[in-house]
């Protein structure tokens, strides 16, 4: 039995983090889910939301996903999301001003699906930055 | 004579002109190939995952879906291939379109009907030059795709997957791309993308005998719908990627190519050139010779 899990977030242009860590928080379609190590297999699908990962020099790693899939096995979690993008390296700025295009656009009337994911993604990124912007 | 010498080096010259775009070209392809395969290697780890999530589900679950059922009687084809923008690859393109050729004619003798999806301006080019019905073509990022057009396509594939054949659906979908072997060997290659090879992908573990049973959440079906269409897009990234890094290994490889023939035609004309120049000065000489002789002659 292992006392520390290994994580690997993975998008689809490369891996955005990866290492040891103590727990995962992520959110399911169903809700949040925190992963401990030495979980049993789990194959859930994600929803855009600010990730917690616990490492193990005691961090917490805040990481911005969108729609995705977590799956753990082995003692190891991947999460995989088509945008998956470590918090550290999201520039806030930016993240809100494109939150505000979204926002803007879905209030003009623009309810399709891919307006929605753009705009629930924008708001997983700003919610990431801020986090990680408090923990700093 | 003088005419001869003067067009001799004309003609170098204009191959020197060549010879140094060919190199120039060379040289781009061959610092743009790194790019082309660290992408193509950054994206493994998602395809690896995918791959093993899908059969994760398609093991355990035993289901009916949409997407992993085998159509009885598939009649609509679809065949999605992948060439390139611009010309100088060498025979990138033709090796593509060669196997689409072989692969419709397959088609044709079973009682299918192909469907064709075009990427890059060569193989929209070969279908309208033959007036061959395209379904849907993308050009302009053939030999640097983003994960965008990967999503464009692969969702264009699933939605047309997913419709009714009597409404223009499709039962079956190929892919034909370009697989990088290595620098000096890229071959095309013909994959099922739909319904789901699901052996295939079981296989793809390779570290793991068994794959452990899963618990999943809310159930097999919501998460295969999920993880489905995500599949198809990075397994069509997949492709575009392979397919843009052996584009410019072929390009890479033409335009050596190309250099090495212009070099070896200059040394030919320099040589040419000097043979005709000596031709003219020995000319020249004989005359003055020849009329100082007929001079002396006279006196």
């Not at chain 1, 103590?22 to 939301?49: K, Q, Y």
């Not at chain 2, 890229?186 to 319904?195: D, M, S």
Request: hydrophobic share 40%.
């Amino acid at each position: 039995m292992s006392d520390t899990i290994r994580v690997e977030v993975v998008s689809a242009t490369g891996i955005a983090w990866e290492g040891e860590a103590l727990s995962v928080i992520a959110r399911t379609t169903e809700g949040d889910i925190g992963i401990l190590p030495n979980h049993e297999p789990f194959l859930a699908g994600l929803v855009p939301c600010a990730a917690e990962v616990l490492t193990v020099d005691g961090r917490r790693e805040i990481v911005a996903l969108d729609t995705g899939l977590i799956s753990v096995a082995d003692n190891r979690v991947a999460l995989l999301s088509q945008f998956a993008r470590v918090a550290a390296e999201i520039d806030l700025n930016a993240a809100e001003h494109e939150l505000a295009a979204a926002e803007k656009r879905l209030n003009a009337g623009e309810t399709d699906e891919e307006t929605m994911q753009h705009f629930r993604r924008a708001q997983a990124q700003v919610k990431a930055a801020r986090l990680a912007g408090e923990k700093a | 004579m003088g005419a001869s010498l003067r067009e001799l080096r004309q003609r170098r010259q204009s191959v020197m002109a060549t010879k140094k775009i060919t190199r120039a070209m060379e040289l781009i392809a061959s610092s743009r190939i790194v790019k082309a395969q660290q992408a193509a290697a950054r994206a493994l780890p998602f395809t690896r995952e995918l791959n093993r999530a899908v059969s994760a589900v398609a093991e355990y679950s035993r289901l009916d879906h949409p997407l992993t059922n085998h159509h009885e009687n598939p009649k609509r084809v679809a065949i999605f291939f992948i060439t390139s923008d611009r010309g100088m690859n060498g025979a990138y393109s033709s090796n593509v379109i060669k196997a689409v050729s072989r692969f419709v004619q397959r088609l044709r003798e079973e009682g299918k009907e192909p469907v064709r999806y075009v990427v890059g301006r060569k193989g929209i080019g070969y279908t309208q030059f033959r007036g061959l019905p395209v379904e849907a073509s993308w050009e302009g990022f053939s030999d640097s795709p983003t994960y965008d057009d990967a999503i464009e396509i692969g969702d264009r594939l699933v939605a047309d997957f997913l419709r009714p054949t009597e409404e223009g659906g499709v039962d079956e979908i190929w892919a034909v791309y370009t697989r990088m072997e290595s620098m000096i060997s890229q071959t095309a290659r013909v994959r099922r993308v739909l319904p789901l090879e699901v052996v295939e992908g079981v296989k793809d573990i390779g570290d793991h005998d068994l794959v452990p049973e899963y618990w999943f959440e809310p159930d097999p079906e919501t998460v295969l719908d999920r993880l489905l269409p995500v599949y198809v897009r990075s397994r069509i990234w997949f492709y575009l990627l392979q397919s843009a890094a052996s584009q410019l290994a072929s390009q890479q490889r033409a335009m050596k190519s190309a250099t090495d023939n212009a070099q070896q035609l200059i040394e030919r004309l320099t040589r040419e050139a000097n043979q005709a120049r000596q031709a003219e000065i020995t000319q020249e000489i004989s005359e003055i010779v020849g009329g100082a002789s007929a001079l002396a002659e006279q006196e």
